[in-house]
């Protein structure tokens, strides 16, 4: 049995650091029954052990894993010794490992936590999350909760339990404390710059999004080891039913805040679409560290050695009427940069758009343009407005501009990076699981996500 110590910031309030007490040491206010205590169930995907990247004064030090012994549980327990070692605000996590066979039985059994963090495999993710709300447990699950219909299905019940059990069932949606997706959305409702959100059409939309992804790329600053199953659609799932769970869920939190959605009456699918990247064996043995493909990924490979992997999709679908377009996109690696995002909300009066290009340096950088080519002196005034408005809550924000747009200056502190960002979501998670409820409107908002994402899967698979 393998032993882990850390601690946890609340994550976007950096100065909090190293404030979190090991197991059983109390700070004077807190008592170790109200802590929570975090169960790790199968922890394939780098995801879980990032949202124990700093330490929370709420959760308590020792973390409960339960795990098949392999290469995916030592990777995971890795990153986590790595986060304890570092010479720069170490956390002090105390890792206490299950490897049997039985080991989700075991967990189960044992009941030695409240919180059942999830992020691996794909395939039991959503018989995972049921089985844990039925025994009483909240969950925190990485995205996707649900990778097709069958599996949506079973998210519907879940949620269903979750409310009879009193447990709160969320998953992780890093997007939403992206700085420039949070500008982006408030922007977005100050009338007198952005007007009203446009209709669009299916061939114009009035929201679009693209995300590029690699699949090499550093994690905690080490090259990152994928499992062989990513791959594999039936494991992983496709893109547009796990990467598009993040763009999905922008555009409902943007367009539509804190209202509840309705996923049998506000959402149209119009047209969809999946094609694959092709890897050579030489790069998958790169990712994975295997000589060889799998049983389960013969289907997928072409002439004797090429893997077309499912690793890109197109969503067309409307949202209580507004068009909106998602694409996502995986390729092997990047010549520049790294993983980049792409948006766009049209209004009637301005448009404000995402670019992570080589000319912002790969980093995401907010544009305001009119909403008519030409028209950027008509605007000037209610941009300066605005950003003046938005310096109220995030301080520090300015604009430059150039020719018919302005730059969104946005002031380095916000930049706290990707992996800051799980932190971020288990401080809103802690706060919920203090007030013991989740806002009216998330899980109206969870269940049109997935909705949405399945039901477009389904039917580019038809198409």
């Given amino acids: 049995m393998m032993m882990l110590r850390t601690t946890i910031i609340l994550g976007a309030v950096l100065a909090f650091a190293g404030c979190q007490a090991p197991s059983g040491e109390k700070t004077g206010t807190e008592k170790s029954d109200s802590m929570v205590k975090l169960l790790v169930l199968d922890p394939g995907h ?16 020792t ?26 605000n170490p956390t002090h996590w105390n890792e206490v490992v299950y490897k049997g066979n039985d080991f989700a039985e075991k967990m189960f059994a044992e009941k030695k936590g409240n919180v059942v963090v999830l992020s691996g495999n794909n395939r039991l993710k959503t018989d995972y999350i049921q089985r844990s709300v039925e025994e009483g447990l909240n969950v925190l699950a990485d995205k996707p909760m649900a990778i097709d219909t ?27 404390s992206e700085i420039t997706n949070l500008l982006q959305k408030e922007l977005m409702h100050m009338p007198a710059l952005f007007g009203e959100l446009q ?57 539509f805040p804190e209202e509840v959605l309705d996923y049998t009456k506000d959402i149209q699918i119009n047209r969809s679409r999946i094609w694959p990247t092709p890897l050579t ?11 060889s493909y799998p049983d389960f990924l013969h289907p997928y490979v072409v002439k004797d050695s090429i893997l077309n992997t499912h690793a890109n999709g ?19 690696k990047a010549e520049e940069g790294g993983d980049s995002h792409y948006a766009v909300a049209k209004g ?39 950003i003046a408005q938005i310096n109220k809550t995030y301080p520090g924000i300015s604009v430059e501009k150039n020719n018919n747009e302005w730059k969104v200056i946005i002031s380095a502190k916000y930049d706290v990076g990707h992996e800051a960002h ?21 899980v109206p908002a969870m269940l049109t996500k997935y909705y949405t994402t399945t039901r477009s899967l389904a039917k580019a698979v038809k198409e």
């Fill in 314 to 332: 197109e969503m067309n679908y409307a949202l209580r009427g507004i068009h909106v377009k998602i694409i996502v996109r995986w390729d092997y």
């Fill in 150 to 176: 069958a599996n949506f299905s079973r998210l519907t019940a879940a949620f269903d339990k979750a409310a009879a059990q009193k447990v709160l069932l969320y998953d992780i949606m890093t997007e939403r």
């Fill in 422 to 442: 799980f932190g971020q979501v288990m401080e809103r998670y802690l706060g919920y699981l203090k007030q013991g409820k989740l806002p009216e409107w998330e």
């Fill in 199 to 255: 209709k669009g059409t299916e061939k114009d939309p009035a929201v679009m999004i693209e995300s590029i992804h690699y699949f090499s790329k550093n994690v905690s600053g080490k090259q990152l080891i994928r499992p062989d199953w990513f791959f594999d659609p039936g494991q992983q799932g496709d893109a547009i039913a796990d990467v598009g769970t993040h763009l999905v869920d922008i555009v409902q939190w943007q367009c």
């Fill in 46 to 61: 780098f995801h879980a052990a990032l949202v124990q990247k700093t330490g929370y004064p709420d959760i308590d030090t």
């Fill in 281 to 291: 064996l030489s790069q998958f043995s790169n990712l994975t560290g295997k000589t």
């Fill in 63 to 88: 973390v409960h894993v339960y795990a098949p012994d392999g290469p995916e549980v030592k990777a995971h327990l890795n990153l986590i010794e790595q986060y304890n070692t570092r010479a720069e």
């Fill in 348 to 386: 009637t009066k301005a448009m404000l758009e995402i670019r992570q290009t080589k000319a912002e340096h790969f980093k995401p950088v907010l544009y305001i343009k009119p909403a008519t080519s030409g028209q950027a002196d008509a605007i000037d005034a209610s941009v300066q407005e605005a």
